[in-house]
């Protein structure tokens, strides 16, 4: 696997795939690379000849408060596992690669309507943050195919809204969430977790659980549902954000039972020091879907 930081070196390798037919996948993560990040490495490979996996911790999507200078950077340790799986490159770019003309002159991607409710309310400006570097690493790789997690499932559905209403030409693979043992997903912030929160942070997983058997099971009051394990989740010593049953296709609220409605359940859990924030649902809230 070669390491790559300058964008011209990298665009040299990506020329000759190119040149001999390939197409290329790539995988956008911040690095502190984890087994559900190495799951989506896995579902590139099956999609393109050649994958490019790119760590770059972005400042434009962490708002005021948020853990940007905290955020795990694990470069070396990153470099050896990917060197274990088949990725072809992992590119590594600086803030002035991704953003030459400075954060506060970049050209911003901004998606309306979906990034302003659920996750997006509750982390004003970070969907604007994750669509403007996802637009930047796709200019930069000009990938073919973009691989994400469901486990961050309104981001997806927001990148998936860039591509179509810009024509962008990636095809975007959306990957299972990969889970711990005990139904944990996995994330990087999960190492915020104290010995303690991480006993506790499976209930979440539970709760979603739950709603999905009601909700299989025919259960049509989708408001009593959210209100039941918000409760539920409050007694397991979370702060839920937000507990949502919405359309999978567009996160809209449910207007009526119907009959092909493929549901979303959708959770959030505010960080708080003695609250087991999940990897669903990691410090600073971050959605996750269960389907
Ligand atoms: P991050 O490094 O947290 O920005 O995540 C990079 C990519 O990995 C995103 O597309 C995430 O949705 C995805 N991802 C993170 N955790 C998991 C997981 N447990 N299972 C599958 N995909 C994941």
């Known amino acids: 696997m070669q390491v790559f930081h300058d964008k011209d070196e990298l665009r040299e390798q990506l020329a000759e795939w190119r040149q001999a037919g390939e197409h290329?996948?790539?995988?956008?993560?911040?690095?502190?690379?984890?087994?559900?990040?190495?799951?989506?490495?896995?579902?590139?490979?099956?999609?393109?000849?050649?994958?490019?996996?790119?760590v770059f911790v972005n400042?434009?999507?962490?708002?005021?408060g948020e853990?940007?200078?905290?955020?795990?950077?694990?470069?070396?340790?990153?470099?050896?596992?990917?060197?274990?799986?088949t990725a072809d490159a992992l590119f590594?770019?600086?803030?002035?690669?991704?953003?030459?003309?400075?954060?506060?002159?970049?050209?911003?991607?901004?998606?309306?309507?979906?990034?302003e409710h659920l996750c997006g309310s509750f982390r004003p400006g970070h969907f604007d943050g994750v669509t403007t570097v996802v637009a930047r690493l796709f200019a930069l790789v000009q990938p073919d195919i973009a691989v994400f997690g469901q486990k961050d499932y309104q981001q997806q559905l927001v990148i998936r809204r860039m591509v179509d209403d810009l024509n962008l030409p990636v095809r975007i693979v959306t990957a299972p969430t990969v889970?711990?043992?005990?139904?944990?997903?996995?994330?990087s912030r999960n190492s915020y977790l104290s010995e303690e929160e991480r006993e506790r942070a499976p209930a979440l997983y539970q709760s979603l659980l739950g709603i999905e058997q009601a909700?299989?099971?025919?259960?049509?009051d989708f408001e009593g549902l959210e209100v039941r394990a918000t409760k539920q989740l409050e007694k397991s010593g979370f702060s839920p954000d937000y507990v949502a049953i919405r359309r999978a296709s567009d996160l809209s609220p449910r207007q009526r039972r119907g009959g092909t409605l493929r549901r979303h359940i959708h959770r959030s859990a505010r960080d708080r020091p003695s609250t087991p924030a999940s990897s669903d649902a990691t410090p600073r809230h971050r959605g996750m879907t269960a389907r």
């Open 67 to 85: 853990d940007f200078d905290s955020y795990p950077r694990t470069f070396e340790k990153d470099t050896r596992k990917l060197k274990t799986v």
């Open 59 to 64: 400042p434009t999507q962490f708002g005021e």
């Open 179 to 187: 889970r711990e043992d005990d139904g944990l997903a996995m994330s």
């Open 215 to 220: 909700l299989r099971g025919g259960a049509a």
């Open 92 to 115: 590594a770019p600086d803030v002035d690669t991704v953003y030459p003309f400075g954060q506060d002159n970049a050209t911003r991607v901004i998606v309306p309507g979906l990034t």
């Open 24 to 54: 290329i996948a790539i995988v956008p993560t911040m690095g502190n690379l984890h087994a559900g990040h190495i799951s989506l490495v896995n579902v590139a490979r099956e999609n393109a000849e050649r994958v490019v996996v790119t």
